[in-house]
């Protein structure tokens, strides 16, 4: 069982930044990779940024925030971070992490364990 803890969200206005950051407690943090989605209010939810559980410098990002968010780990610390620049109203959403053991993917349902999101709203 891994449990996850997202924060850092909050409300910024349009070209500002957030940094999220997601917590693991439970199994080894360094055999899962970790994922970050988003879900708009009457949007299905949406794959944002992952990074591998066996190379940190493995990473995966939409189209809509290649560079401009940027994922990080701390197996130290057992943390993940999410580097979000050049906010847009578009990227106003719930945001999650999740936590799939020793795999990869974008799809919602790949992911084993899911924290209880953070809101993040982007003023115009």
């Known amino acids: 069982q891994v449990q996850l803890v997202e924060s850092g969200g909050g409300l910024v206005q349009a070209g500002g930044s957030l940094r999220l950051s997601c917590a693991a407690s439970?199994?080894?943090?360094?055999?899962?990779?970790i994922a970050w989605f988003r879900q708009a209010p009457g949007k299905e939810r949406e794959f944002v940024t992952g990074?591998?559980?066996?190379?940190?410098?493995?990473?995966s990002a939409a189209d809509s925030v290649k560079g401009r968010f940027t994922i990080s780990r701390d197996n130290a610390k057992n943390t993940v971070y999410l580097q979000m620049n050049s906010l847009k109203p578009e990227d106003t959403a719930v945001y999650y992490c999740?936590?799939?053991?020793?795999?990869?993917?974008?799809?919602?349902?790949?992911?084993?364990?899911w924290g209880q999101g953070t809101q993040v709203t982007v003023s115009s």
């Open positions: 439970g199994r080894t943090f360094s055999d899962y990779a």
């Open positions: 999740a936590a799939k053991y020793r795999g990869w993917g974008k799809r919602s349902d790949e992911y084993d364990y």
């Open positions: 990074i591998s559980w066996w190379n940190t410098e493995i990473t």
